[in-house]
């Protein structure tokens, strides 16, 4: 073989191993941060850099199966809901892009990859707790956290994101109630205002009230047992009911005799906005607080007959159910009202379903009942037949000018005080309220 074939051979054979190389290592954990998007150091521990090529050689087989997806990005916790998703979801094309023991920065690197690459029809993130625990910064964290949501919209505008809030840990596992707080509040600043990003306030769901993990739900007071996966589980499927992935038909319902249904299911047919009354502004101006609730004022009464959703696209008929949807503002205080008022004596039945710490309320001919998550945010926190992100049912029976109210059968009210006539209102106001099967029997005037 001539010198000038050696030479091309052995260029060859180099090439080769090189391109091998390439297409073998190109998943490996980076050996350096230098050059990579984000913030603070990746772990380097065995098992993490052992299980980021594995898995991530295998999900790049799976981009063309899984094309549209709903995709959850996280670490372990994530990662412990398994391919198959323990079960739940059934009839969602779903994708487990969990990686445990990874941060901020590693779910931002390999983002474009595992995530939209595959076009998802809707993600779920979970992230953070590692980078507490390794002593990120929390600013380098809400960064970290501000390129991916900028990443996304730059591959859509469109795609719904829902952000889970960090669950709450213990400070045995260097993951400080205060420094998980401040990092969700940092995430929670970064997507306010954003209608892309549902916020789900898994924090609350887990928590006790000093802040750490209530750890009937934690199998190391940091991952998920079997029934905190199953109540992480419940809490999702509202968010994905109003996104369109779950209870696409109106559950079977037949009107008890006497009763007339104030909600066709189908639209807002019978409501409407009402003026809301001018606020008393205070005498010396306040410093303005982020974090304030939003109150909305209306100034003309406006119909919602024959429409699918009202005009701020708050309230929405979706397959049987009138939906309250999540604020983009965090709290946003509005009242969705009857075109009809109702006088006399009447007995009011319906079921409401809320998400983690949601906060609502039925106005009764003006009177608010508070309506909401209750375990979590009260004020009947003692309730044992309450059915946590579950459909729960509330008769409210007005006689007298009194109103006597049950929840699942257990009282709520016996003595609250009411108008001689009124309309009925739902209220939103923090987390996705639903309520379907409104119905009311009258034996009083109807205006």
């Known amino acids: 073989m001539s010198p000038l074939m050696k030479y091309a051979s052995l260029f060859l054979v180099l090439l080769s191993a090189c391109t091998g190389g390439f297409a073998e290592d190109r998943f490996a954990l980076p050996a350096s941060e230098e050059g990579l998007p984000g913030e603070g150091d990746l772990r380097r521990y065995e098992g993490y850099v052992n299980r980021w090529p594995v898995f991530r050689r295998a999900w790049s087989e799976e981009v063309k199966e899984k094309q549209g997806a709903v995709v959850f990005l ?34 931002l690197i390999r983002l474009e990859e595992d995530v939209l690459a595959l076009n998802p029809s809707a993600i779920v993130l979970l992230l953070g707790t590692n980078d507490i625990e390794v002593d990120i910064a929390p600013d380098a964290i809400g960064r970290n956290f501000e390129k991916i949501i900028a990443a996304i919209k730059k591959h859509s505008t469109e795609v719904p994101i829902v952000l889970c809030r960090m669950f709450p840990s213990s400070p045995e596992k260097n993951r400080p109630a205060e420094t998980i707080q401040k990092v969700n509040a940092l995430y929670e600043a970064t997507v306010k205002n954003d209608p892309q990003v549902t916020v789900l306030d898994t924090w609350a769901l887990y928590a006790e009230k000093d802040g750490n993990c209530d750890a009937k739900w934690f199998r190391d007071k940091l991952h998920l047992n079997p029934e905190g996966y199953a109540r992480w589980a ?31 299911g189908k639209d807002l047919t019978g409501w409407g906005y009402r003026p809301t009354p001018p606020r008393k502004k205070p005498k010396k101006p306040k410093k303005p607080n982020p974090n304030a609730p939003v109150f909305v004022e209306i100034k003309e009464p406006e119909s919602f007959d024959g429409k699918a959703k009202s005009s701020d696209g708050r309230y929405e008929a979706i397959h049987g159910r009138l939906v309250v949807r999540t604020s983009a503002e965090g709290r946003r205080i509005q009242q969705l009202w009857t075109t009809k008022e109702f006088g006399g ?31 979590l945010a009260g004020p009947y926190y003692d309730l044992t037949n309450y059915k946590p992100q579950d459909w729960n049912e509330l008769i409210v029976t007005v ?40 119905r009311i029997q009258t034996t009083g005037a109807e205006k």
Request: charged share 25%; glycine share 14%.
């Open 74 to 107: 996280g670490d372990s916790i994530t990662q412990g809901w398994g391919k198959d998703f323990r079960g739940n979801f059934e009839g969602m094309k779903l994708a487990n892009r969990g990686i445990g023991g990874d941060t901020t920065r590693g779910m």
């Open 234 to 264: 419940a809490s999702l499927r509202p968010v994905f009911a109003t996104l369109g992935f779950l209870e696409t038909e109106a559950a079977p319902f037949e009107l008890e005799e006497g009763f007339v249904s104030l909600f066709n």
């Open 345 to 375: 004596d009447f007995v009011l039945k319906l079921e409401f379903r809320a998400t983690p710490n949601a906060d609502s309320g039925v106005f009764i001919r003006k009177p608010q009942l508070q309506c909401r998550d209750y375990p």
């Open 399 to 438: 006689k007298g000018g009194m109103a006597h109210a049950t929840c699942n059968g257990e009282l709520l009210t016996d003595s609250m005080e009411l108008p001689e006539t009124g309309p009925i209102g739902l209220e939103g106001d923090r987390g996705q309220m639903e309520y379907r099967r409104i």
